[in-house]
């Protein structure tokens, strides 16, 4: 069983810097996707950022420039580097990924709370 678990939120005051991290325990042959959402107060869940084993990245427009995804693939880690901190950047971070074991799962992890305020 494939499991996630993220770290690293916090309160922030605005324009401050935080860093989740998301690592997968289990047997896994691969992790063709990593990813970042968030999901704000009354809310649906949303795209924050994604990162492929072939380095490819997206992110929401709303973030763009602000906040970085990186990957360390012998740890079966990913990062979120958020820079420049908003209030509306407030919400809980979930990471998901998509691993290869015997077939392709979806796994999330439970989430971890970031608030921005001053």
């Known amino acids: 069983q494939v499991q996630l678990v993220e770290s690293g939120g916090d309160l922030v005051q605005p324009g401050g810097s935080l860093r989740l991290s998301c690592v997968a325990s289990?047997?896994?042959?691969?992790?063709?996707?990593m990813g970042w959402y968030h999901q704000a107060p009354g809310k649906e869940r949303e795209l924050v950022a994604t990162?492929?084993?072939?380095?490819?990245?997206n992110y929401a427009d709303s973030v763009k420039g602000r906040f970085s995804i990186s990957r360390e693939n012998a740890k079966n880690t990913v990062y979120l580097q958020m820079n420049s901190l908003k209030p509306e950047d407030t919400a809980v971070y979930y990471c998901?990924?998509?691993?290869?074991?015997?077939?392709?799962?979806?796994?999330w992890g439970q989430g971890t709370l970031v608030t921005v305020s001053s």
């Open positions: 289990g047997s896994v042959y691969s992790i063709p996707v």
């Open positions: 990162a492929t084993t072939g380095g490819t990245t």
């Open positions: 998901k990924f998509v691993v290869v074991t015997t077939r392709y799962l979806e796994v």
